[in-house]
Structures are given as C-alpha cells and as structure tokens.
C-alpha cells in the first residue's frame, strides 16, 4: 500500500463527498419546492418534455441527419445532466442511507420492546433501564447480525440492491461493505463509548453528570460493560474448540485405551 497516495485520496474523497451533499440538498430542495408549489402545472410541463424528449429520439433514430442529431442534444442535455447529477451523487447517497438504516435497524427491535412494554405495562422499567437495554441490544445485535440487518437493509432499502439491476452497476454492496464492516462498526463503537467515558469521568470526578440524573450515565457505563464482554464472548468463540467427535474419541480412549480404541473404530 502506498502510504504517500491517502493524503491526496483523502482530498479527492472530501471533494466528492462534498459535492455530491451539495447535489442531494439542491435535488431535495427542488422537489420539496415543487411539491409545495399550489400551481401544479409544473407536472404537465414535464410530462410534455418528456413526450419531446421521446419523439426526439425517435427522429434521431429513424431520419439520422445532423439537424435532427443536434436538436435531439439540445433536448436531451437537461434530462442527460440531472441523471449525470444523481449518479455523481448515487454512491455518497448509498453509504449515507444504508449507514442510517444499519442504525435504525439495530435500534427498532429493542425500541420497540421497551415502547410494547410502556404500552402494557408488563414491567416498570426506569428511564436509565430502558436506556442500558436500547445501547447494549442495539450495539451487541450490530455485530452478532450484521449479516442478517445488512441483507435486511439491501432487500427493503430505497436501492433495492438485490433485485434492482439498473442498481447494481454503481456496486452499492461493495461500497457500503467496506465502509460499514464488522471491524468499523466495532471501531465507531468503541470510540463513541470512550469519547462518552472520558465526558462522564471528567463530570463525575466534578461531582456533576451529563444527563440530568447520574443513574443514566451509569447506564450507558453499563451498556458499554456488557458490549465490551459480548464483543470479547464473540471473537473468543473463533478460538473456542470443542468438537463433538473429537471429544468422543478421547473419551474412548480415556476409557477403553488407546489400542482397544483403534480395534473399536
């Protein structure tokens, strides 16, 4: 890897990154304008457009001359730059919106748990409660089924990654799992919960807190606890060998010995 390229790459990537944000809140501001006009005419502008746009084409392609080849651009250039816009942005687009269903995906089943229980009454669980049980499920489920809420995010996402095959050429998949990988996703964990540790023990070694009643930083501190040990629990599990055969044959071999073992099998 060529350590001299990452400054320049890092430029480049802020450029597009920035770019490409400017592209999305102008695109998102024109609809939200156009949606908001009270005179709906716009609609029947562009449905005309359209149908010129397509007569166009036909022309160019049935009477092939230079006139009609040069009207045929002039019609098709605004149409040609928007879509050149929004695959200039697509990509920017899909690591924003899969990280933010990722997000909400892994926070939905544990908030919607809590809200069930609110709702019924089963258990009175206190806000700091409720807070350990939303940060430890959402972060813990983040990396136990990652696959599963990522292939979830792929199939009902505003991309339709899997069955979409105009979609597939911008590779979304490839993109969004390079970002939004197992070690990243750890990665961003840990740093949030150090970033947020370091503010408590400040605040705590100056008799305050950051939420209003101490016990909710003791329950983030907790949540943190518990995703360190599960984290642990999982890349421990890798190395955690206990084969059912294996086993077996030891035990024969504890039990009968070890020539007696050879004539069993």
Known sequence: MNIKKEPKSTLFLIIIIIISLI??????????????????????????????????????NKFPNKLIKYINYCISFPLSFVLLLFQFAVPTMGIIIHTTLFIALSFSIPLFLTRLNDYFN?????????????LTF?????????KLILDIVYRFGPFRIKSSEKIKKFKLDALTEYVLNKENIRFIIYSSFFIYLLMFSFQYLQNSSIFEIGEKDRAVYQSFLCFLAFDRLLLNSKRFILMPSELLKKMLVSIIGDEEEKNFR
Request: hydrophobic share 45%.
């Open 23 to 60: 592209i999305m809140f102008y695109l998102s501001m024109g609809m939200e304008q156009l949606n908001n006009t009270k005179n709906h005419n716009w609609v029947f502008y562009f449905l005309g457009y359209v149908a010129l746009w397509i007569l166009s084409n036909y022309l160019h």
């Open 122 to 134: 089963y258990l009175n669980l206190t806000d700091q409660t409720t807070i350990f049980i939303n």
């Open 138 to 146: 959402a972060t813990c489920s983040s990396v136990a089924f990652y």
